[in-house]
């Protein structure tokens, strides 16, 4: 086990690490007190992309604590961030499926978004998609996933904020935005890109906001498949908490580990504190 040294900086998940749904995991203000004490350089990076910063940001202080909007990263302003730099915003169409946390970044970039299609209007001329970009929807319809599926089978690209099959709540998990992106994969065959984690592109982009180095880095999170896999990908150190989706059990089936298991944030504020 590598001893806790050497961190300038964290990489913090948020469902299943500082909260279930609404309810606050014991121990949230502890520490987040611990980190400001020692002065450590934080992003809030999550693979959910319903909600916007300020919303976080408004989530958080109801559960008595302040972040500040630039130390929050969604799978939503990582897509756009990403895609902005792999096409034109002036040039590109893109349909979302998502809320405002998916739909917002992408209009800051320069992104132009366009309607779901109303299949009972045939006199309204439909506008074409160069890309298709699927996040977490609470109000997911028929109509939004046949929008997307007429656009991705005439040609255009999908793009997943993140792959999470499940996600955690108060009353256990439930449906998150892999679910909906295999709906789409079966109805087209096209797989998507994903831009969350576990794949690195999220995780490099946190830790150039943070300017730090990968080897100063740990990554905080629930589940061994996205939020541990990514910091192997990205070379950096990782927790794994039991508070969310992935047990001890789980990692009799995987050939990669994160560097240290605690039972939960509580844990590392103890362990911040006497490091």
């Known amino acids: 086990m590598d001893s806790f040294t050497k961190i300038k900086a964290l990489i913090i998940d948020m469902d299943g690490v500082l909260w279930h749904g609404d309810q606050p995991l014991p121990g949230l203000s502890e520490f987040f007190q611990a980190i400001r004490d020692k002065k450590l350089p934080f992003i809030l990076a999550t693979n959910n992309a319903r909600l916007t910063p300020d919303e976080y940001i408004t989530k958080l202080k109801n559960m008595g604590v302040s972040v500040a909007s630039h130390e929050i990263l969604t799978s939503g302003m990582a897509t756009a961030f990403y895609l902005a730099q792999h096409y034109n915003p002036v040039s590109t169409k893109i349909f979302v499926i998502g809320e405002n946390g998916a739909r917002q970044p992408l209009i800051d970039q320069g992104f132009s978004l366009i309607d779901t299609y109303q299949f009972n209007d045939n006199d309204k001329p439909l506008e074409a998609a160069d890309l298709v970009v699927c996040g977490l929807d609470k109000e997911l319809s028929w109509e939004k996933l046949s929008t ?60 150039t906001l943070l300017g730090s180095k990968p080897s100063e880095t740990i990554a905080i999170g629930d589940r061994l498949d996205t939020d541990i896999l990514g910091a192997v990908r990205t070379n950096i150190r990782s927790i794994m908490v039991l508070t969310g989706v992935s047990s001890k059990q789980d990692l009799q089936h995987i050939d990669y580990k994160p560097t240290w298991i605690m039972p939960d944030i509580r844990e590392i504020t103890r362990t911040l504190i006497n490091s």
Do not use: F, H, W
Not at 172 to 200: R, S
């Open 148 to 207: 997307a599926t007429i656009n991705i089978r005439a040609g255009a690209k999908l793009i997943g904020t993140n792959g999470d099959t499940t996600l955690p709540s108060e009353l256990g998990l439930v449906l998150g935005n892999g679910a909906i992106l295999a709906a789409l994969t079966a109805a087209t065959n096209v797989q998507p890109t994903i831009v969350g984690k576990p794949e690195p592109i999220m995780y490099q982009q946190a830790v």
